[in-house]
T-cell receptor, first 113, second 114 residues
Framework: EPEVTQTPSHQVTQMGQEVILRCVPI?????FYWYRQILGQKVEFLVS????????KSEIFDDQFSVERPDGSNFTLKIRSTKLEDSAMYFC???????????FGQGTRLTVV | AQSVTQLDSQVPVFEEAPVELRCNYS??????LFWYVQYPNQGLQLLLK??????LVKGINGFEAEFNKSQTSFHLRKPSVHISDTAEYFC????????????FGKGTKLTVNP
């Protein structure tokens, strides 16, 4: 069964450092997303990506964040200068069409110290 | 904007008992509705969805949900739960004809005890 894979599963980084979270969406999907879940809080939308550009982003997704699809398979989320409050579980998701089932990866737990 | 309220943060039940996990939403436009499940150390998996048509939708693992437009609710039910149903359950909405982003509730932790 096709699945979304995320690496690494857990990343610890020092405040101010850059991190790149990686995702391999399902191969024939067209829409890609990043969500995050701070411990004890709800899953929040960060950004959606379609046709090689951002289609929507939330208020959380400020200039410190960027996304890229560098090749035909990977979808990355970069945080330029991490803050303590960036500590969260980050989920990548993909869909074939916008309103169809979103397939989620297992998440990357980011801990900023 | 859309919002989702899951009224119970934790629901403990005994094995083979019925369960209902409640979800209410708020939206000024029509929405699609989803329930996702997250097992420990795993990603989110779709249980079921309501796009249109019959208001009673059936999903995987014996779960079903009923869309009630007048009450803006989409409660999840299972007539008899198993230990393996222990997980966190998330209700989510997506605005029709607009952004494809999901708006999630805070989640309900279902614990099934023997």
């Amino acid at each position: 069964e096709p699945e979304v894979t995320q690496t690494p599963s857990h990343q610890v980084t020092q405040m101010g450092q850059e991190v790149i979270l990686r995702c391999v969406p399902i191969s024939n999907h067209l829409y890609f997303y990043w969500y995050r879940q701070i411990l004890g809080q709800k899953v929040e939308f960060l950004v959606s990506f379609y046709n090689n550009e951002i289609s929507e982003k939330s208020e959380i997704f400020d200039d410190q964040f960027s996304v890229e699809r560098p090749d035909g398979s990977n979808f990355t989320l970069k945080i330029r200068s991490t803050k303590l409050e960036d500590s969260a579980m980050y989920f990548c998701a993909s869909t074939l069409q916008g309103y169809t089932e979103a397939f989620f990866g297992q998440g990357t737990r980011l801990t900023v110290v | 904007a859309q919002s989702v309220t899951q009224l119970d943060s934790q629901v403990p039940v005994f094995e083979e008992a019925p369960v209902e996990l409640r979800c209410n939403y708020s939206s000024s436009v029509s929405v699609y509705l989803f329930w996702y499940v997250q097992y420990p150390n795993q990603g989110l998996q779709l249980l079921l969805k309501y796009l249109s048509g019959s208001t009673l939708v059936k999903g995987i693992n014996g779960f079903e949900a009923e869309f009630n437009k007048s009450q803006t609710s989409f409660h999840l039910r299972k007539p008899s739960v198993h230990i393996s149903d222990t997980a966190e359950y998330f209700c989510a909405v997506m605005r029709q004809g607009g952004s494809e982003k999901l708006v999630f509730g805070k989640g309900t932790k279902l614990t099934v005890n023997p």
